[in-house]
């Protein structure tokens, strides 16, 4: 229980830091957590737009701070296109993304399926055009599919 408040208080202290400070701590976290971290069977989602919500990976300690509307998250991803899994963009060849989820920072998408998430947590969003990058389309996406 001593852990979960020290990595809490690390977690609040993140929010505060300078950028490049924040990434660094967050990747020693992600290191300390991972190695209590429980597979799970794809619990799955699905909603009536199109959004697929798949848990990959959750924390067991159910204590941890819940990432909701107005919280600053930082997160590590892969994009891809779901029609043949070609990646359009990535995290992990750059820092973690830094955004505040629900102020429309990132696609519609991310602010709904990141909503719920804890600190470790693992999920697959399959996004419909709608909430990804609809007609607009964006580099290396064509216009209207799902990623």
Known sequence: MLNLLRM?????????LPR?????????????????MEKVNGRVRKFSNGLVIEDLVMNPE???????PGSTVLISYVGQLKSNGLVFDSSFS???FLFKLGAGEVI?????GING???GDKRRLTIPPSLAYGS??????PLGVYI
């Open 94 to 96: 750059k820092p973690p």
């Open 136 to 141: 607009k389309g964006r580099e290396n996406v």
């Open 108 to 112: 519609k998408g991310w602010d709904i």
């Open 117 to 119: 998430m804890r600190i």
């Open 20 to 36: 490049p400070v924040c990434i660094l701590l967050a990747f020693m976290l992600a290191i300390v957590i991972m190695g209590t």
């Open 8 to 16: 809490r208080m690390l977690f609040l202290k993140l929010l505060v």
């Open 62 to 68: 159910r204590v941890s701070i819940l990432a909701t």
